[in-house]
Structures are given as C-alpha cells and as structure tokens.
Antibody, heavy 119, light 110 residues
C-alpha cells in the first residue's frame, strides 16, 4: 500500500527550531516529488514547496522562500520540513503529499502534522 | 502569487448539481491544463478528485467532473449526496514552476 506517514504533533515555543517528517512507503520514493501544504486554523490550503528526493531539486512558493527549509533523505525514504526559529503564526496543520515526476497533482497525502507554537 | 479565486460557499439539495468555479490568470489556470481539485473533510487528509482539468482518478465517482474555459476552471458535482459535504480546493501549476491553491469552497448539502 502506498502511504505517507507523518511525524506526530508538536508543541513548541516561539524562537525554537523544529523539523517534521514524512516517510514514504509502498513506492519508489526517489521517483516522485514530495510537497508540503499548510493549513492555518480556520483557513484554506497553501502550497509551500516541493522536493524531488532523486536529486534534491527543491522549489518554494514565494511566501515560504526563506521561511522554511524542505529536505529529504532518500536512504530512509523521508522528507522533512524545518524551521530555524518558529513564530506563533507558524501554528498550523502541515500535510505532505506525493506528486508524480511529470505531473502537477498530489495523488497521495499524509494525515498531517499539527504544529502549535506559543508565544 | 495570489491564491486562485473560489466562492466561499455553495449549497445544494440531495440529487441536485452544483458547480464550483476557480479563477486564476494566464500565468496559472489559463496557461496550463494542470488544474486539479481536492475534497477535504475536516480532520482528514485531502483527497484528489480531478486532475489535469477533467480527469478522474480511479475510484472517484463519475458524479464529479471538471472543465476549463480561459482563466476559469470548474468542478461540477451531479446527484449531490450527503457525503459530498466538504471543503473543495482547486490547484494549478504556475509559470513560476510552483503550484497554487484556491481559497477553498465549503459545500453544504441541504
């Protein structure tokens, strides 16, 4: 079964760093992009960025460029989303999702990781 | 890049049809046939319903259909059912090699 398993909920303070993960299984991890999507409380989905684990090619949506870092470790089929200094406004649900190499839609989604940042 | 424009809410009675619009620009929706639609029930993972404007993934009901004209894409749900009540998001590839979502539409089945 193809699945993306995300790391558990996090509660952090402003200024702290954080790295959440998304582990792929049931498919060739290096042949698909992994994207990250934010959903702030009561708001819609926002496309943050995407990485191709095969060669680590990474693209960021302009609002998120410089605010987060997307990375991947293909040896353990895991993608990451990290912050160096969290803000209260980073409080949100974060989803990872798979995208085929030559397509532009997300066909498999993780269940999400809740990040709560207190000031 | 700005979010694609969707109506905040739509509603319909069981058995009826509804259409959700998704308006962008020539740099996203109008420039590529890479519009996708997602159904999102609160607390669950989003689910792909339509890809590449009008294609349905395996397992998605044929009550869901997609189309595009110019800078506006549309999702139509026919024969509304109670379980269709959810939030719906469109998404498009952009000229910046990124993707963008719409603001989301809450579908209420009356």
């Amino acid at each position: 079964e193809v699945q993306l398993v995300q790391s558990g909920a996090e509660v952090k303070k402003s200024g702290e760093s954080l790295k959440i993960s998304c582990k792929g299984s049931g498919y060739s991890f290096t042949s698909y992009w992994i994207g990250w999507v934010r959903q702030m409380p009561g708001k819609g989905l926002e496309w943050m960025g995407i990485i191709y684990p095969g060669d680590s090619d990474t693209k960021y949506s302009p609002p998120f460029q410089g605010q987060v870092t997307i990375s991947a470790d293909k040896s353990i089929s895991t993608a990451y989303l990290q912050w160096s200094s969290l803000k209260a406004s980073d409080t949100a649900m974060y989803y990872c999702a798979r995208r085929s190499f030559d397509t532009y839609y997300m066909d498999v989604w993780g269940k999400g990781t809740t990040v709560t940042v207190s000031s | 890049q700005s979010a694609l424009t969707q109506p905040a809410s739509v509603s319909g009675s069981p058995g009826q049809s509804i259409t959700i619009s998704c308006t962008g620009t020539s740099s996203d929706v109008g420039g590529y046939n890479y519009v996708s639609w997602y159904q999102h029930h609160p607390g669950k993972a989003p689910k792909l319903m339509i890809y590449d404007v009008s294609n349905r993934p395996s397992g998605v009901s044929n009550r869901f259909s997609g189309s595009k004209s110019g800078n506006t894409a549309s999702l139509t749900i026919s024969g509304l059912q109670a379980e269709d009540e959810a939030d719906y998001y469109c998404s498009s590839y952009t000229s910046s090699s990124t993707q963008v979502f719409g603001g989301g539409t809450k579908l209420t089945v009356l």
